[in-house]
Structures are given as C-alpha cells and as structure tokens.
C-alpha cells in the first residue's frame, strides 16, 4: 500500500488541493506548473508584494486635507428685526411643543414665514434665531434642516435655502400646539 500525500495550494483563492498516491499528487503538481506558466514557456511575472507604508512624516506647514466649516454665522440685519419680535417668537414657540431641534425649525421657519416675510430659512437663518433667543445651538445646523426635510417632509429644498411644506406648515399650526393633538 502506497503512502498518502496531500497537497494544498492557494493561488489568491484559486485554491488546488490534491491528494493521494506520490506519483499521482507529483503528475498533478506538474500539470499545475504547466497551466501556470505563460505561452512562450516563461513563467508569469509575480505581482509585487505591497509594502509597509513608511511612517507618516508631519510636513512643516499642515494643510488641511479638506475645507473647514465657516462656523456658525449670524445676519445681523434678521438680528436687528427680530429685535423687535423678539417676545412674540419667544410666545410663538412656548405655545408648542417642541420635541427635537427639527419640529424647532419649522416652528422658527413658520414664524419667520408668517411674521417676517421670510419665505425660506437657511442655516444662517436658523443659528440667528437660536442666539437670539439664547437656546443651544445645535452642532450641525444645516443637517437639523435636512433632517426636517429628509425625515419629517417639514422642508423642500430651494438652492441653498428650505422652504416649509404643506406637512411642516400642518405641523406648526395643528399637530405642536399644546393642548392638542394631531390626527
């Protein structure tokens, strides 16, 4: 009885794998090396081994690998009209409830809609309101707008701006007013 060999090769997951008498794992094993090698009889260049990256070198001047945000800015000519509208957008949101900073933003755009003649809110819009009437800012303001819009349907967008929809206007003067409930 012949002794068992096996054999087990693994060409980038072309895996081969053979086993049994010597002379028929050594006939397999040739005929392997046959397939793999190129027409004219030389054997296939090998693809190079990646390398270990070098270690990171800190250039001397950092530049930054993609644009910083502009911070959160304020208008101050809203500033100056919400001024003297301060209180009643104070009122206006203590009338609602206000469950996330996306219900907050259709509340603040209705208000700006209906009060100030605004028909669409922009971030700067937004983070405006939110310092004039000291509340937190949120980290990401513009996300908060589409969030609304993606999320709620409050929004849809105009170029760079949100203008309330027929479901956020629903929601500011049904659905978040206190006392009462929605469909």
Sequence with gaps: MEDRFRVKLDASARMIEVEGP???VREMLDRYDSLTESPAGKERPRKARRKAAPAKQTPEVAQPK???PRGMQVDEQLMERLAEHGPALAAYLDERNVASQKDEAAIIASFLA?????PSINETH???VLRKLGR???RHPRQVLVDATNKKG???KEDSSFR???AGMNFVEHDSL???TGD
């Design 22 to 24: 010597e002379s028929f």
């Design 66 to 68: 993609k644009a910083r």
């Design 114 to 118: 209906s009060k100030l003649g605004l």
């Design 126 to 128: 937004y983070v405006t």
């Design 136 to 138: 937190r800012l949120p």
């Design 154 to 156: 409050f929004f849809y």
């Design 164 to 166: 309330l929809t027929t």
């Design 178 to 180: 206190k006392g009462e």
